[in-house]
């Protein structure tokens, strides 16, 4: 039409002007003629201001055809007076485009010549921007089908392709790739919002540099002001004056020397929830109208239901594989039992049991477990357990194990019931915790409670035993006193009285050093004397199948010593070889 317009009526320059949606705007659709990047250098609205008083402001915003005869000379035509007369522009003329109750827009024709546009031409010019309004809107109408056609077509798989997705970065990328034949992009952004609401996982970032679409390295960061502000008050479209210069409170990635000119944001949002933001971009100024931002939300919206259902997917990977983690770093084993009320049955054990008893999980989950491995005098214990647990709901008993290298552990088991909701038993609980050292302390700790004992006992009695030598000692050696009076056999036997009370209190002086009693009295000491009188002693102390000999070096010096201290020390050596 506007070829038509300049080379039939012989106007110099011709263009078509349709309203920009959500804008004052006035955005060319088409053009003919010689304007010498007229439109370029120009702005033309149809609101108030000076830059909407021009024939093709005018004309849009009253409906009504508006002509100026002389551009030098009509003050309605001042904002773009120098511009057109440097190209030779004398007078202009612009025709409403009407289609039912609304207008379109303009057609507006320029010539090198004032006053061209008398009524006759008006007229003919108002029929013509009638059939221009006619044709776009059918133009219109058929593009708006195709486009519902191509969304409805997009749409139609697009959830079954997200079914199938596992990860978020694969369900970004069909996205993305739907968003392009849709609507077409640059660069792509798409995230998923933090419960924070004040971070972003980015997921896919796509620009294109030198032809090729090129992803960035995705990650977490602060949700930009963008962002923001299309989670909070919905969709944004931004159409930018100078494509040259970043956008405040954009976030650049990829080339981030070449800022974007057409920018869409819309929230992803499941229900109410908003659970992710995405963004396309175009390098082309008005590349997107309010339709296009329609169109993305539509998109954005469809997908949130899948979106959330592989964020929540992640999360529960992402627990998983830390509870997995955390149970094989643990040094209890967790398992669980299928039960009636009567009977167990293997269902699941943590993949730590293998450390802790030599056995596969496989092995565990066989359909006795691991009953055969206990021991034989724990095993009705373990059968009793059942009928204690559904009375007391959790207990905790100690039993033996075999290792699959076969040697027993001692093993802490603890089991609680879990009850569906009417109160049947459904399964067991429990853990395992491997107790072997402890028990070997106990056991040694128990022995040497008993040796406290049988030496407080040796004490005691060495005590009164002392008590009943110093009798008779005092009075064998009052009678020795006057041998004279004796015979020899007498006096022999008085003497053997003493000499084996004195052997007694050797006796009960080691008893003492065994029970810790004796005061310590330091004194010069031969050491082969000390082991040769304790000798008899460690013959009862050691056990029959072990032989006592005792190699004596010649000449030893004297020591400054207890005798009880040091025949203690001898004792301990000989009962910690004797149990080594």
Sequence with gaps: ACKILVEARGYQFAWIGQVEPGSKRVVPTARAGKDSGYLDAVSITWDETPTGQGPTGTAIRTGQPMACQDVATDPRFAPWKEVALARGFASVAAMPMIYGSGVLGAVSVYSVQTGVFDAEELDLLKVLATDLAFALQSIEHEQERKRAELRIAAFANLGQRLSAAKMAPEAARIIAEVAGDLLGWDACLFGLVLPSRDLVQQVLQVDTIQGRRVESSPG?????????????????????????????????????????????????????????????????????????????????????????????????????????????????????????????????????????????????????????????????????????????????????????????????????????????????????????????????????????????????????????????????????????????????????????????????????????????????????????????????????????????????????ADTGMMEQVILNLVVNARDA
């Excluded at 269902?347 to 596969?360: F, H």
């Design 220 to 560: 977490c960061v602060p949700l930009s002001a963008l962002a923001r502000r299309a989670i909070e008050t919905g969709g944004q479209l931004i159409l930018k004056d100078n494509p040259s210069q970043m956008l405040p409170g954009s976030e650049p990635f990829g080339d981030s020397t070449r800022p974007s000119a057409s920018i869409m944001y819309v929230p992803v949002r499941k229900g109410a929830e908003v659970v992710g933001i995405m963004s396309i971009q175009s390098y082309t100024p008005l590349a997107y109208d309010q339709r296009s931002l329609e169109t993305l939300q539509a998109l954005a919206d469809h997908c949130g239901g899948a979106l959330d259902r592989l964020r929540m997917e992640e999360a529960w990977r992402t627990a998983q594989e830390r509870l997995g983690h955390l149970l094989a770093q643990s040094p209890a084993v967790i398992y669980a039992l299928k039960t009636d009320g009567q009977t167990t049955e293997p269902a699941w054990v943590s993949e730590n049991v293998e450390r802790l008893l030599g056995y596969t999980v496989a092995e565990c989950n066989g359909p006795e477990g691991l009953f055969k491995q206990v021991h034989p005098q724990d095993r009705q214990d373990v059968i009793d357990s059942l009928l204690q647990l559904l009375a007391h709901k959790q207990i905790a008993r100690d039993c033996r194990v075999r290792h699959k290298n076969g040697d027993y552990r001692w093993l802490r088991d603890e089991q609680r019931l879990v009850c569906d909701a009417a109160g049947a038993t459904v399964e067991i609980v429990g853990s395992w915790v491997d107790i072997t050292e402890r028990k070997a302390l106990e056991e040694q700790l128990r022995q040497a409670q008993k040796m406290e004992a049988v030496g407080q006992l040796a004490g005691g009695v060495a005590h009164d035993f002392n008590n009943m030598l110093a009798v008779i000692r005092g009075n064998a050696e009052l009678l020795l006193m006057d041998v004279e009076q004796y015979p020899a056999e007498a006096r022999d036997s008085l003497k053997q009285v003493v000499e084996a009370s004195e052997r007694a209190a050797n006796l009960t002086r080691q008893l003492l050093a065994f029970s810790r009693k004796q005061v310590l009295q330091s004194q010069p000491l031969v050491l082969n004397e000390v082991i040769a009188n304790l000798t008899k002693m460690l013959n009862r102390v050691i056990s029959e199948n072990i032989d006592l000999q005792c190699h004596y070096a010649a000449l030893l010096p004297y020591v400054q």
